[in-house]
């Protein structure tokens, strides 16, 4: 019988297309019919609305089936149930109506049918999609949700800040308030506990055991599978943070501290930190917002040679290269400043570096990577960029800077790498420059590969072990 | 006049006026207006959830550099093919397990149900055939084959666990390439090449080198344009002598005449274009305009010649040889001048054991060496120049070699060798914002089968785009009606390997 009753309810997401769209169309036809044009639809109201109550019932019936699986949330559960009998009473209303030729009652039936179709199509749509679901994609959407930042993964409580954030992302849209399906809900330490309808989900202390986990890494095609395919997955460091919250106890309010951690576990945490995945990025290019650059000065640099560009699609920062300038003139250096501020990253390989260019640089503010190596680029034109604060990329390999010329930079603390291989600067110095740029990795190149006796030897046969 | 013709004049004088009369043009005038009424409604709807697509093709300058979705840490990409497929249980997987049971029948439970390429029966379990050793501070484990690459083992992240399901050469080069074993679709090259145009409008974007003595086995498709315009093909270099041929004008013509012939053609390819907006006529201006500005940049970047003694003497090359070493050379010369893609195919790496040279202890040793210090000394030339962190370098197969030892039709082989396998193998990337000194993911004791961190051919694409700054899930191109992406409806950014 239970399955019976299954098998109908499973019918209702079918059927409730038919009530809407036909006594959608009873109501259309019957007000177009009072026009003198149309006066003919009127043989055929009581038909679309006799039609339109059948399946209002149907639908009603297959509703309620559905009702019984338990899996949604109450409350709206009881609006879209009592609506949707009201829809069926109110259509069957229209029919008695229409045949008795009662003009004035049909109307004031028609628009309230109207009316409670759509609140009934609408807490429908809340109870399988979700709330809010209208709007997604769409203005809710723009309201991000800041995930919490932990700034030490250590002192965060396990649960609360790293387990909980994962179930209510991955997990929360079928097993909340809004939906239990399978009669589990995970929004709460309670539920959690006590599981859904085939027992308890978490065995403490073994995760393969916890039908939680089992669930999670059960091959995806499964249909045990979860979460379901198509739906966002759980990761790889998902996965391992939640196997380890069940071995080690399925802890609610303990400290990460205070359970033992596994040498695998260490870089996931540390990844958990204030967004440590991606320093190096940011540090790239500024977060602060700017205008975007002069088009008609872009437009003149492209014409001359020079690919300029936005860093990305979405940041108005320039990257800059000159691959095929050798020499710049003035149009250029001049073009150059006007959209000084905009430029992140420079690329002059090569160049022949003029006073007047390295003068148009010194006004690149926002300037985080400069390649100038194998340029011509002497001690004193590199003064000029004693203004560049932001610099933490400067490559100046195989140029004739000398270390008095390098150390003028002094003040370009946020320089973290230094390339300054093929030149007349050696690590005898290193010292000096470390001090010099305390941030940065310096690199003196002059690197090469060992020349091995087996390099060039084909072998015959195999080797003598 | 018979009734018959009467007739067929009748319907001629009612086709003409039907063609001149007023009413019939704004009858012409409603349906066609209609349709183009619907036509920019339906773009308005965003039927296809197509709103963030990056439609980059532009019929003036197909080529034009282009910023990519956000800020990428690489800027270009060298990808190394050893095609043929390494035996990654010879290189970087180390399975003592695997030695105890050398020379045993392979588990029958190893074999239920599985397809081989050429075992057949039961073949016997090969031990690892070469001395393996952890290096560097990540402690990753590099046979004695690559000995200069062992001193380099810091720079590289390791995927240990990689997929595929298509245990033959041409398919399984496709599937790594193009995300589809079947040709047609475009080579992640081409796709980079049309997401970012090239940044040095003097030299193509996308430039493919090969070495081994063979095209890879998927034949030029591999670094094809697919359905993409043809100007994003990859660009073939020669292998020996001068990459690029006829880069000399001929006698009697000079620079001024040859660009004046052709600005003539392409001015009477401009108005085909005008009339017929075939974009392939684009692809063939544009590739006019390449090659006479290439007249002028190929000979200073394609000559190695001129790099100095220990430049040659790091990498291993000889100059006008066809070597694998001298390609990797010239592939630093190319990102150096901002080329964005580069694709390396080293044919030769297929140790089936049914001769000398594809032996697993003899041939792929050879092979091996002839890879071995161009890599590394790419990975520190790159490295010692400031080019590492922006240029993405990756190296790889199309697949596995079992660890079983292959019978060839049920037969003992004179040499040891490996089967083609599919369910684990080994690749690695280094540079481009990759983590330095990792590895991800584990296959079981003998090395069969993955077991954790698994990956797929998508999965690398999809990081690959990642790193260059595109959303692998956005950049499409329509076709036959819908949008493609080079990750099909698959591919996950394997973030474990990202810095």
């Known amino acids: 019988m239970d399955s019976l009753i299954n098998l109908v309810g499973h019918f209702h997401p079918l059927l409730v297309h038919l009530p809407i769209g036909i006594l959608l169309f009873a109501i259309l036809i019957h007000w177009l019919s009072k026009k003198e044009k149309y006066t003919s639809f009127e043989k055929i109201v009581p038909f679309t609305y006799l039609i339109g109550a059948l399946s209002a019932i149907l639908t009603c019936i297959s509703g309620l089936a559905l009702s019984t699986s338990g899996e949604y949330d109450e409350k709206i559960l009881f609006y879209h149930q009592w609506l949707g009998i009201l829809v069926a009473v109110l259509s069957i209303a229209g029919v008695f109506f229409t045949k008795k030729k009662k003009e004035k009652f049909l109307q004031w039936v028609s628009i309230s049918l109207l009316i409670v179709i759509i609140l009934t199509g609408h807490f429908g749509g809340t109870l399988t999609h979700g709330a809010g679901y209208l709007t997604k994609g769409g203005i809710a959407s723009k309201i991000v949700k800041v995930k919490p930042s932990i700034t030490n993964a250590q002192e965060a409580v396990l649960y609360t800040d790293i387990i909980q954030p994962i179930v209510e992302e991955k997990c929360y849209g079928c097993h909340s308030q809004i939906k239990q399906k399978g009669k589990l809900r995970l929004d709460g330490k309670e539920w959690i506990l006590k599981g859904g309808e085939d027992g308890i989900i978490i065995h403490n202390g073994n995760a393969l055991k916890s039908e939680l986990y089992k669930r999670i890494i059960l091959d995806p095609l499964d249909e045990k599978h979860m979460p379901p395919k198509g739906k966002p997955q759980i990761t790889e460091k998902e996965r391992v943070l939640l196997e380890w919250w069940i071995n080690s106890g399925g802890y609610f309010d303990k400290k ?8 695998t576990l260490i870089p996931i945490l540390a990844s958990l930190q204030n967004n440590s995945t991606k320093p190096s990025i940011m540090e790239d290019v500024p977060t602060k917002e700017i205008k975007i650059a002069n088009q008609n000065s872009l437009n003149g640099l492209t014409k001359l040679g020079v690919t300029i560009l936005n860093v990305a699609a979405n940041s108005n920062y320039l990257t800059a290269n000159f691959f095929n300038v050798i020499k710049t003139n003035d149009t250029i250096d001049n073009l150059l400043k006007t959209v000084s501020a905009n430029i992140v990253w420079l690329k002059m390989p090569g160049m ?12 690149c503010d926002s300037l985080t990577k400069l390649s100038i190596e194998h340029s011509s680029i002497t001690d004193i034109q590199l003064n000029n960029f004693q203004k560049l604060i932001r610099l933490h990329y400067l490559n100046l390999v195989g140029t004739k800077i000398t270390l008095k010329g390098l150390i003028q930079l002094k003040g370009l603390h946020n320089i973290n790498e230094l390339y300054i291989g093929q030149t007349s600067i050696t690590n005898k110095d290193s010292l000096i420059i470390q001090k010099t740029f305390p941030k940065a990795k310096i690199n003196f190149g002059n690197y090469h590969t060992e020349n091995l006796p087996s390099d060039t030897v084909i072998l015959k046969e195999p080797l003598k072990k | 006049m018979s009734k018959e013709n009467k007739k067929i004049i009748k319907e001629a004088t009612i086709a003409t006026t039907e063609q001149i009369t007023r009413s019939y043009f704004f009858k012409e005038c409603f349906s066609g207006m209609g349709a183009m009424a619907l036509g920019s409604m339906l773009q308005g709807c965003d039927w296809l959830g197509n709103k963030d697509s990056f439609n980059n093709f532009t019929n003036t300058n197909p080529l034009m550099a282009r910023a990519p979705h956000f800020i990428g840490k690489a800027k270009s990409v060298i990808y190394l093919h050893m095609a043929g497929a390494p035996s990654q249980l010879e290189l970087f997987d180390f399975k003592p397990d695997l030695l105890k049971l050398d020379g045993q029948d392979c588990p029958q439970s190893l074999l239920e149900g ?7 029966g039961v073949p016997k379990m090969l031990g690892p055939q070469a001395v393996f050793k952890q290096r560097g501070q990540s402690g990753a484990w590099i046979s004695d084959n690559l000995p200069h690459l062992a001193t380099v083992a810091d720079e590289i992240s390791f995927l240990k666990a990689v997929q595929t399901d298509q245990f033959n050469h041409g398919p399984a080069q496709l ?20 997401g970012l145009g090239s940044e040095n409008s003097n030299l193509p974007g996308f430039v493919v080198l090969t070495s081994g003595g063979n095209n890879p086995d998927a034949g030029k498709s591999v670094w094809g344009n697919g359905f993409l315009p043809s100007v994003y093909q990859g660009v073939q270099c020669r292998n020996e002598g001068d990459p690029v041929l006829f880069l000399k004008d001929p006698a009697g013509i000079d620079r001024d005449m040859r660009k004046a012939s052709i600005d003539a053609i392409n001015e009477a390819n401009q108005l085909t ?16 305009e390449m090659a006479f500005k290439m007249q ?18 790091m990498y291993g090359t000889q100059p006008g040889k066809a070597s694998f070493a001298n390609n990797v050379l010239l592939a630093r010369k190319l990102v150096e001048k901002g ?4 694709q390396l195919f080293d044919w030769g790496w297929d140790s089936h054991g049914t001769d000398l040279s594809n032996a697993v202890d003899i041939g792929l040793i050879n092979k091996c060496r002839s890879v071995d210090k161009p890599i590394t000394a790419l990975l520190l030339d790159l490295k010692q120049r400031g080019l590492l962190d922006e240029t993405l370098v990756v190296w790889g197969g199309e697949f596995g070699r079992t660890p079983m030892q292959e019978n060839r039709d049920g037969k003992t082989l004179p040499f040891k060798g490996r089967d083609h396998h599919t ?24 090395g069969y089968s993955a077991i954790s961190g698994k990956v797929t051919a998508y999965d690398m694409q999809a990081t690959i785009l990642n790193q260059l700054g595109f959303d692998h899930e956005k950049l499409t191109y329509n076709s036959q009606g819908r949008p493609f992406r080079l990750t099909d409806v698959q591919g996950r950014v394997i973030n474990e390997i990202i810095a």
């Open chain 1, 256 to 263: 990460v501290k205070e359970l033992a951690q596994p040498a």
């Open chain 1, 352 to 363: 022949n570096f003029t006073s007047s260019l390295a003068n148009s640089i010194s006004f």
């Open chain 2, 114 to 120: 599985k397809k081989f390429a050429f075992i057949r």
């Open chain 2, 175 to 194: 599937l790594m390439h193009t995300g589809s074993p079947r040709l047609g679709r475009p080579s992640i090259g081409s796709w980079v090449t049309y």
């Open chain 2, 273 to 288: 274009y005008n009339e017929f907006k075939d974009p392939e006529i684009v692809a063939r201006m544009a590739q006019y």
């Open chain 2, 296 to 313: 002028i940049s190929v000979p200073d970047v394609m000559n190695i010649n001129d790099e100095p003694a220990y430049i040659h003497e």
């Open chain 2, 339 to 342: 080329v964005r893609f580069v």
């Open chain 2, 423 to 446: 369910e684990a193998f080994t690749t690695w990337m280094a540079g481009g914002g990759i983590k330095q000194g990792s590895s991800f993911g584990e296959t079981d004791e003998i």
